[in-house]
């Protein structure tokens, strides 16, 4: 083989002459190059990003072949990651849980000293010669604990919500006193009439007070009625859901408007002596579907 080199350095062109044996050293030494290049983009490829390599990859680049006890405690390290993610799971549904447990604790009123959700709880006894545990074994209790952990968070969740309905309908029901101080002058049930002398039906219970008395929501509701009436005079409704509605008589004044939402205890009016009335006084009736209740079955710590 020839070689010819040309130049404008020179005056003339040179050739060189390569046999067999020169082209096949120069064959391996580019083969030799080559490889070298390689190797060392693998070996920078390992050490600048070895994420994304295999475990093989970089120890076989490393220089260390892998044996049997290599690719064991690969596998172990594995699963160990594997458990440790498991394990992450587990601490975070465990803190969610003992979240909700606090939150029922304060929905049913027990003591929190009795239910205290952010403690371990107490163990002991005899001591066992503990057997061994495989990573197997452990990863599948691990997951079955964590279906058992998922199955009570659902349920205590569920009794949660059932303890709030419970909670926001007692908070409907009039069991609170309309009026703070105050007495009963004329209780439910049949009573002479004071204007017509006969025997006749008294449809709620009458609290005598001085006039300009603050009269209060009995329960949390709507106002569905506000004005007066031939008979009651000054008379508020409030409806409370589920076909409850209490009624206030007789006031001198009216504060709220039809459409507002009041709370429990919230001041609705003032006592008077407006319509069919012989004196200041608060009419109070609670009606269920439209029917007169006696309103004392309903009251709490009602005055006798």
């Known amino acids: 083989m020839d070689i010819i080199l040309v130049s404008n350095r020179w005056a003339k062109t040179r050739s060189i002459k390569l046999g067999a044996n020169q082209i096949m050293l120069l064959l391996l030494l580019l083969g030799a190059l080559m490889s070298a290049a390689v190797i060392g983009s693998q070996y920078a490829l390992a050490r600048l990003a070895p994420a994304g390599m295999g475990e093989q990859l970089r120890v076989w680049l490393g220089g260390m072949p892998l044996v049997g006890p290599q690719i064991k405690a690969i596998d172990e390290r594995r699963s160990l990651d594997t458990l440790a993610l498991k394990l992450g799971e587990m601490q975070v549904r465990m803190q969610r849980i003992d979240a909700l447990g606090g939150r029922l604790v304060k929905l049913t009123g027990m003591k929190p000293s009795e239910f205290q959700f952010d403690q371990p709880p107490a163990q002991g006894g005899p001591l066992v010669t503990p057997g061994n545990l495989s990573a197997l074994n452990l990863s599948s209790q691990l997951e079955s604990l964590t279906q058992m952990l998922d199955d009570r968070a659902d349920k205590l969740m569920a009794l949660e919500t059932l303890l709030m309905q419970n909670q926001l309908s007692r908070g409907l029901l009039p069991s609170s006193m309309p009026i703070v101080d105050g007495w009963y002058t004329s209780n439910f049930g049949w009573r002479v009439d004071?204007?017509?002398?006969?025997s006749a039906m008294h449809e709620g219970v009458d609290f005598m007070s001085p006039p300009g008395t603050a009269i209060h929501a009995s329960a949390g509701g709507v106002v569905v009625y506000s004005d007066t009436h031939p008979e009651y005079g000054n008379m508020i409704e409030v409806d409370h859901g589920n076909d409850i509605v209490t009624r206030y008589a007789h006031a001198s004044r009216l504060l709220v408007r039809v459409g507002e939402v009041v709370r429990r205890g919230d001041k609705i009016a003032e006592v008077g002596s407006t319509g069919?009335?012989?004196?200041?006084?608060?009419?109070?009736?609670?009606?269920?579907?439209?029917?007169?209740?006696?309103?004392?079955?309903?009251?709490?710590?009602?005055?006798?």
């Open 194 to 198: 004071p204007f017509s002398g006969k």
């Open 276 to 304: 069919r009335s012989t004196g200041n006084h608060l009419h109070f009736e609670v009606r269920y579907k439209g029917m007169a209740q006696n309103p004392e079955r309903f009251l709490q710590n009602a005055a006798g």
